[in-house]
């Protein structure tokens, strides 16, 4: 793709090498990032190979922007000239698209998930890598381009002399068909029918994106681990349908007390029997406590039917309760003592039914943490081996919309240090809002649940969708043009088929990874589909169709100031008959409209100020006249009766 887009319509002006080393750039800086990060000691994950072409992608959209600039340049000037052209044109576009994109990815390093974090600190490592290659090894490549095309030399050839006449007609007719298509995409879109049609538009885009939110279920599974054809997903089901008849929760006891006590006994008895009656609980008959066997023990060995904690060594160490030794800490010195100090901390095990996914236990999750919270002076932790995977879909969606909160700040603060205008940073912010929208609600639609590979996937989409708007917003602030259709069709002529390419080759780029489709390959290719649609039409259509409404109210409030500033002016002033009279022959003089005696009439109205002669030789009549007069006005030519 990247090659038959650098086809020029002066073949020696084509970029068949440069392409190649555009292309090369993001490798080496995916080569400098893996050695980076493995010299100090960080580990692996199959996430990061999802990076390797992700890096790829935005690698070669900021060399589609810099060759544009390039080309935008004159052939006719220096080649340094040129590079500072380029650089000032496009440096600015693709700092603000490297910024964002790696803040984004380094916000996503907060995540809970180590996959997650390690993608993030991948990614955002190789893409600052990448932005410094490219001002430095492409601008000097790009360089010796220059040289080449002053030379006279061959794209391809770079050793053959080119044919100063040549064309390709090819390239001419494409490029005369896409600047008839951006003059007319130019006027149409400014008109207030074009607007009103997006509108509506928008308004269905938006019913979509909610019915699509609201449906997106936060779903951690281990079948999205493997691929489709894996003899793990059919173990995987064999192992949910026969333990999901009885799961056990383990509940840790840190700070037991003085059990001799009877109402701390009662109230300890009470945890068991709550967390029997907790959510999807299987009840009493699968509870192991330790403490019921005891009682019996001392129902049948004591003399006294009171606690103690005597015989808690005897009691231990009989054949029929010895497995319960792991259920206890204690301290036999102190048992023998009767002393509290003897049970340091203890747990006890009961089970539940009928649930197994992740998300499906949220709720007897937050069950057991309530019981826990009513009890806070025995200090009691509830521990399940899905625990952590339900803390993960528990902070899933809040992390996802902080993050791209944090996001969307970041690039509002990048936008303001490079573009200082409010309408555009406003303008970009809320369409980097929008596509952050439509990727929720779109993929949602699609089959895409959140997890933490769709919310690494979903950080990236933010930082994608700022290249589309920061470009856009940058170069239309930049447009000198005053009429809103003009600077667009200037906008879109420095952006537009680069914004294109873009879309385009991410796309293209992602694309490999579908020949072994996995979760993982598909929540990464479905998102850059939809990210770069979302993108390239908000880029092209609605933020150029709000820049220039903003623009043309702007004209208009401006035009209306102008005029009643104009008409106050004019009822308002009052001017002497000697003013008067001068401001009406000032302007006869400047045509050359005016006689000799109101000459000499004028020059009383000013104080006369002598000045030095002059260095070029004077008609000796222009020479014998009145002093000079001291004004600002530059006079016409004298009438020769003068």
């Known amino acids: 793709f990247f090659d038959c887009c650098i086809f020029r319509r002066d073949p020696a002006r084509a970029k068949p090498w440069e392409s190649l080393v555009g292309c090369l750039i993001p490798l080496l800086a995916l080569i400098s990032t893996t050695g980076l990060l493995f010299w ?6 199959p996430i990061i190979v999802a990076a390797f072409f992700l890096v790829l992608s935005v690698g070669v959209d900021d060399v589609f922007i810099i060759l544009r600039a390039w080309d935008r340049t004159n052939a006719d000037e220096e080649v340094a000239e040129r590079m500072s052209q380029t650089i000032e044109d496009a440096g600015p576009s693709i700092l603000i698209s490297s910024i964002t994109n790696a803040m984004a990815f380094f916000i996503g390093m907060t995540s809970q998930t180590p996959a997650v974090r390690s993608f993030s600190l ?80 928008m308004c269905f885009y938006y019913y979509a994106c909610v019915v699509g939110i609201t449906q997106l279920r936060t779903l951690i599974t281990i079948e999205k681990m493997a691929l489709p054809d894996s003899y793990l997903q059919g173990f995987q089901d064999a192992y949910e349908a026969s333990v999901k008849t009885m799961q056990h929760i383990n509940v840790f006891i840190l700070n037991p007390g003085d059990l001799r006590d009877p109402q701390r006994l009662k109230r300890l008895k ?32 004591s003399e006294t039917d009171e606690f103690t904690y005597v015989e808690m060594p005897t009691f231990f160490k009989t054949a029929t309760y010895f497995y319960l030794t792991t259920f206890v800490k204690y301290n036999e010195t102190a048992c023998l003592e009767n002393d509290p100090k003897c049970l340091t901390s203890f747990f006890f095990m009961t089970n539940y039914e009928g649930h197994i996914k992740f998300h499906e236990l949220i709720p007897a999750l937050n069950d057991w943490r309530r019981i826990a919270a009513n009890y806070s002076d025995f200090d009691v932790v509830p521990f399940s081996e899905h625990s952590p995977f339900i803390d993960q879909t528990l902070a899933i969606e809040s992390t996802i919309w902080s ?44 089959g895409i649940d959140l997890d ?48 294109v390419q873009v879309g385009l080759s991410t796309i293209i780029a992602i694309l490999p990874l579908s020949l072994k489709p996995s979760y993982l390959v598909m929540v990464f290719l479905k998102t850059i589909v939809v990210v770069c649609s979302l993108g390239m039409f908000h880029g092209l259509v609605i933020m150029p169709a709000i820049l220039t409404a903003i623009s043309q109210i702007s004209r208009k409030s401006s035009a209306s100031s102008v005029i009643g500033s104009t008409v106050v002016s004019e009822n308002s002033s009052t001017e002497s008959p000697v003013q008067e009279s001068s401001s009406r022959k000032i302007p006869n003089l400047i045509h050359g409209n005016i006689n000799p005696p109101d000459l000499l009439k004028l020059s009383g109205d000013f104080k006369p100020k002598k000045v030095a002669p002059a260095t070029t030789p004077i008609p000796e009549k222009a020479a014998i006249g009145p002093p000079a007069l001291t004004h600002n006005i530059i006079l016409g030519q004298m009438s020769p009766k003068l």
């Open 270 to 301: 009470q945890i068991v029997l709550d967390y029997e009656n907790a959510t999807f609980s299987y009840g009493p008959d699968s509870t192991f406590f330790w403490i019921r066997a005891y009682e019996e023990f001392l129902n049948f060995y």
């Open 122 to 201: 991948y990614s955002a490592i190789a893409i600052c890598i990448c932005f410094v290659y490219q001002l430095l090894m492409f601008s000097a490549v790009l360089a010796l381009s220059g040289h080449r095309e002053r030379a006279g030399r061959q794209s391809c050839l770079c050793w053959r002399k080119a044919n100063p006449k040549a064309r390709s007609a090819l390239v001419e007719r494409i490029s005369a068909v896409q600047g008839t298509l951006i003059r007319r995409y130019s006027k149409i879109l400014p008109t207030w029918r074009t607007r009103f049609i997006l509108a509506v538009f």
């Open 40 to 45: 100090f000691g960080w580990k692996f994950q």
């Open 452 to 499: 933490p590979l769709s919310m690494a996937a979903l950080l990236m989409a933010v930082g994608f969708s700022v290249d589309f708007t920061s470009h856009i917003a940058y170069h239309y602030y930049k447009s000198k043009q005053s009429d809103p259709s003009l600077r667009l069709e200037e906008t879109l002529t420095c952006i537009g088929w680069p914004l």
């Open 403 to 446: 993050s791209m909160g944090a996001a969307l700040l970041c690039t509002a603060i990048a936008c303001f240090i490079f573009i200082p205008n409010l309408a555009c940073i406003i303008t970009a912010c809320l369409s980097v809002f929008s596509i952050a929208l439509g990727i929720l609600g779109l993929l949602s639609l699609w």
